[in-house]
């Protein structure tokens, strides 16, 4: 019967009726009973997930409390950043440290281009290295840090032009970059890292200086203004605070799960257990970069990778393997050639990389390359396509641009000389009928190219690295040998063109060192490609096997001598307003065609904060000093002598600077106003400069020939070798 129809007559009789009514008041009440009892079951399983979540958190404040966060040299905590990080960036960071190892503090910067800031650890020093898109500025600053010791980093960036730099509160570093003042921002793709960086940045080794992280704890971390980790307040914004390690934590190995993959063959599954691949895989919510490891016995021919939508850089995921397996063939073929590629390629005259020219290079060219030169004629960029071309070569050390857009061709010449075994940038851009060189940090020299030809090129040619184009060489060239010495980047329109093997010939990793078979006992330099032992006083000789007489009347200096000075009582001297030096000395009967350094402190290039006592080629005394607004140079008129003995002081009272000789009325002069203090954290040299590691070939400048009885800084005077933090090659001078 149907429902309604029984529902209808059962309403006639009362009873009935009474009866269908009970029967759907019970089936309302079971309803609404079991919608309560849902209810209490949801609430209670919330409540559940509420305190086993509370529960966590609060487990999670036990381990952290108090307990700054522990970085072991692979991993790291990235942090959220706001848009108002483009133009400034004012960061605090307390740290200390575990070991005494270079690595990456901080960073923050894009993924896949040039713009970046970073803090690392540099042996005994914090480097803060940034570059807006237009080169690399490096503010060092001296430090000592103890082992468990806490320290603090403030670093202010404003704009691209402007530095500063405080450890501990101590000595302030400013730098200001004149050239940079019309470029404004730093692009931060998603946050800012802590601790180290991911590996997948672009030339993350050659921004920073390193390529894994520092091995220390950080309890605090400020990023204009806002508090990103501060350990004692339970402070972590960290995208990850789980995966972090505290200071005192034992480390726990990520958690490994295992994924079976069945090889189907012929549509049925293989159950052969040596037929099934485990690939083992780290937990993907773990910070940092997870490690595939290899399958074993599968050859990269018999799988293909198949992959998801690709996530946002900086955020790895792991690749599903879909494997099909292909018919043996027993056929042998010759293997492919392993492709390599070389972090710094040296080029030897006769080395070259070819690669197809990019479409965009018919339009406009945007080119930098970074060098060090072994010679002083090379060529390192060649581009020809008909009548159209673009070549970089080194010609009497310096660096020249051959351009054309058809007709006639146009020659740029850098402001100076680059010196050999430096590592130098240049840049060249050509856009429309503009071409501008710059190397270095010299200003840009521009010029404009003559009419151009409209006809359409069928093709773009080839670009040559490190040789010219010998069937193709243009007119307005003299034929040129290849260049000579190492390359470790190029940016072509944008790219970064590749340092293979598949496009290169007799290219090899950069090395030019002629120490490797001399035997010297510790450090060795290289001079005209010849060995020069370093030896550690009182202890010289060609291969250190002579000792000095602890007593001796004066310090000689042999042209590779020099003696690092670190103490205190002598930098804070150099650091401040101002300086009273004076230095007794003699030079040796010898012709030198370059300065001849006495006292030396600060940057080796001259174009950041340093003082330098020289005598030049004339053998009259200098004086150079920049405060970081400009350059001085005081020239004293009185010619010194051979073999006699002189004393040069010097006095600097703010930007008031006074040079005498022998006590004759002194000369004066002004330093450029906007800077009283030098910012030199890096020693006192005597008898030479900063020498840096390799080679002596390319300077300037030499070492002191001849002795030094004592030089006074103030109320400190230095008459000895054992005053001083290093001292190489220094002999017995008998007065």
Request: with cysteine; net charge neutral.
């Amino acid at each position: 019967m149907n429902v309604r129809v029984g529902r209808d007559m059962c309403y006639k009789t009362m009873d009935c009726r009474v009866n269908w009514i009970q029967m759907f008041n019970i089936q309302k009440k079971k309803r609404i009973c079991e919608e309560k009892n849902t209810k209490v079951r949801n609430k209670y399983i919330s409540i559940q997930k509420n305190n086993r979540t509370k529960n966590i958190i609060r487990k999670q404040k036990r381990v952290s409390n108090g307990r700054p966060l522990s970085f072991r040299g692979s991993n790291y905590a990235e942090f959220p950043i706001r848009d108002n990080a483009y133009l400034e960036t004012n960061i605090t960071i307390q740290f200390k440290l575990d070991e005494h190892k270079d690595g990456i503090i901080f960073f923050g910067g894009e993924l896949m281009g040039d713009d970046f800031l970073s803090i690392t650890l540099d042996g005994p020093n914090i480097i803060m290295r940034h570059d807006c898109g237009e080169g690399t500025i490096e503010d060092m600053y001296h430090g000592k840090f103890g082992i468990g010791e806490w320290h603090e980093i403030n670093v202010w960036r404003k704009n691209c032009d402007l530095t500063e730099m405080t450890i501990d509160g101590g000595h302030k570093l400013v730098d200001r970059a004149d050239e940079f003042k019309n470029y404004k921002g730093i692009t931060m793709d998603e946050g800012v890292f802590l601790g180290a960086a991911p590996h997948n940045i672009e030339f993350l080794q050659q921004k920073t200086g390193a390529f894994e992280g520092f091995r220390g704890c950080v309890r605090l971390l400020v990023v204009n203004g806002e508090v990103l980790l501060n350990t004692n307040e339970t402070i972590n914004k960290a995208y990850d605070s789980s995966a972090n390690y505290y200071c005192g934590e034992e480390e726990s190995k990520p958690e490994r799960k295992q994924k079976k993959i069945v090889i189907i063959k012929d549509g049925k599954e293989i159950e052969d257990s040596d037929d099934v691949i485990q690939i083992e895989m780290f937990d993907l919510t773990q910070r940092g970069i997870p490690k595939i490891m290899e399958t074993p016995g599968l050859h990269p021919s018999v799988y293909k990778l198949t992959t998801t939508t690709n996530p946002p850089l900086g955020h790895p995921i792991l690749k599903e393997l879909i494997v099909t397996q292909e018919p043996t063939k027993t056929t042998q073929t010759t293997p492919t050639p392993l492709k390599t590629s070389w972090k710094v390629a040296h080029f030897n005259g006769s080395s070259k990389i070819v690669v197809t020219a990019p479409d965009s290079i018919l339009s406009y060219l945007e080119l930098s390359i970074q060098f060090k030169a072994e010679k002083q004629n090379g060529v390192l960029f060649f581009w020809k396509e008909d009548s159209k071309f673009l070549i970089v070569t080194i010609e009497n050390s310096f660096v020249k641009v051959y351009a054309s857009l058809g007709v006639d061709a146009t020659i740029l010449r850098s402001e100076n000389a680059v010196s050999l075994y430096h590592w130098h940038k240049l840049e060249v851009w050509r856009s429309g009928k503009g071409v501008l060189l710059k190397v270095n940090k010299q200003g840009w020299v521009e010029s404009e190219l003559h009419a151009a030809r409209t006809e359409v090129l069928e093709g773009t040619g080839r670009i040559f690295i490190g040789s010219l184009d010998e069937q193709d060489i243009p007119t307005v060239m003299k034929d040129m040998e290849g260049f000579s010495g190492c390359v470790k980047r190029i940016r072509l329109n944008g790219r970064s063109i590749s340092m293979q093997s598949i496009h290169a010939t007799h290219v090899t990793e950069c090395f030019t060192d002629p120490c490797t078979t001399y035997g010297c006992p510790k450090k060795c330099l290289a001079h005209n490609s010849m060995p020069i032992c370093q030896c550690d006083w009182p202890m010289s000789g060609r291969k250190c096997t002579i000792a000095t007489d602890p007593e001796i009347s004066a310090m000689k200096f042999s042209g590779f001598s020099y003696m690092e000075v670190d103490n205190e009582s002598v930098m804070s001297h150099i650091t401040g307003d101002s300086l009273d030096m004076a230095v007794n000395f003699k030079i040796k009967n010898t012709t030198q065609n370059v300065r001849q350094i006495v006292v030396s402190a600060g940057d080796v290039t001259h174009e950041d904060d340093f003082f330098e006592l020289c005598i030049d080629t004339n053998r009259f005394v200098r004086f150079a000093l920049n405060l970081g607004s400009g350059t001085i140079v005081l020239t004293h008129p009185k010619r010194i002598e051979e073999e006699r003995w002189v004393t040069v002081e010097v006095i600097r009272k703010k930007n008031l600077v006074k040079l005498s000789v022998n006590g004759e009325d002194p000369i004066t002069g002004f330093a450029p106003e906007g800077a009283e203090q030098l910012n030199v954290y890096r020693n006192v040299f005597i008898g030479s400069n900063h020498i840096p590691e390799g080679t002596l070939d390319g300077r300037d400048y030499t070492g002191l020939e001849g002795c030094i009885i004592s030089l006074r800084f103030d109320q400190t005077t230095i008459s000895h070798p054992k005053q001083s933090r290093t001292a190489i090659n220094i002999q017995d001078c008998s007065i």
